[in-house]
């Protein structure tokens, strides 16, 4: 008698348990159609201002031209240059970043609240919400006028802003859209078209990035003779 009461028990404990599964799976189905949406409203208005973006980049590097042509010439090659060579590279993507802050913000406000079950899901969800909250709100950095300052230090100080900017933005550095693997398991047939453009649109973003970014940052460390 006593097994067949420790039997039935479990079964009843088994049935007051699947709800709470179904619930939680159903919680994750959610986060997930939350997030892959929200990133697809990140990429598509990224995509739509890479013109923009392109064009305050390259506003960018004329107006260091203009400002201060040369102005590490016969500078060294060491520690400080290469952190502001960080530097370059943090306000040509911050340039691009601010072709459009709202969109950024709209994606930390519908996706920092997000959990999962998976405690490495959320954590790699929530670390990619903070990087791209640091970067909406992260002032570009006055290079012409941290180059100058290292230059009047004779080399041999940097200045706090570089060393303060350069510590927020290497750690965040990020590119606009994440779908973490994670999230596959989770994700729905009528999801799929969403996640394919979303894929197309970061890859553009990307390839954008690799050219303009790249290029520019060239043209403005020659523009400054200044050493990596």
Request: charged share 20%; aromatic share 6%; glycine share 6%.
């Amino acid at each position: 008698m006593g097994r067949w009461i420790g039997i039935a028990l479990a079964a009843a404990l088994a049935l007051a348990a699947a709800p709470a599964r179904a619930l939680a799976g159903s919680g994750d189905v959610s986060a997930t159609r939350s997030y892959v949406q929200a990133n697809y409203t990140l990429v598509q208005a990224a995509s739509s201002k890479l013109k923009t973006a392109e064009a305050a980049i390259a506003n960018l590097a004329q107006r260091i031209t203009r400002e201060c042509a040369k102005a590490a010439v016969n500078s060294p090659e060491d520690p400080d240059s290469e952190q502001l060579s960080n530097e370059v590279i943090g306000a040509i993507v911050l340039t691009a970043y601010h072709t459009d802050v709202p969109a950024g913000t709209r994606f930390v406000r519908a996706t920092a609240g997000l959990r999962w079950n998976s405690r490495a899901l959320t954590n790699a969800v929530q670390s990619y919400v903070s990087k791209i909250r640091v970067l909406t709100k992260l002032t570009p950095p006055n290079v012409c006028g941290d180059v100058r300052a290292w230059v009047a230090s004779g080399y041999q100080t940097l200045p706090a802003n570089t060393v303060r900017f350069d510590q927020q933005f290497m750690p965040n550095w990020v590119a606009i859209g994440e779908l973490p693997h994670g999230l596959t398991p989770f994700e729905r047939p009528d999801e799929a078209s969403v996640i394919r453009r979303s894929g197309q649109d970061e890859y553009q973003i990307t390839e954008t990035e690799a050219n303009a970014g790249v290029s520019t940052w060239d043209e403005i460390m020659n523009t400054l003779v200044l050493q990596p």
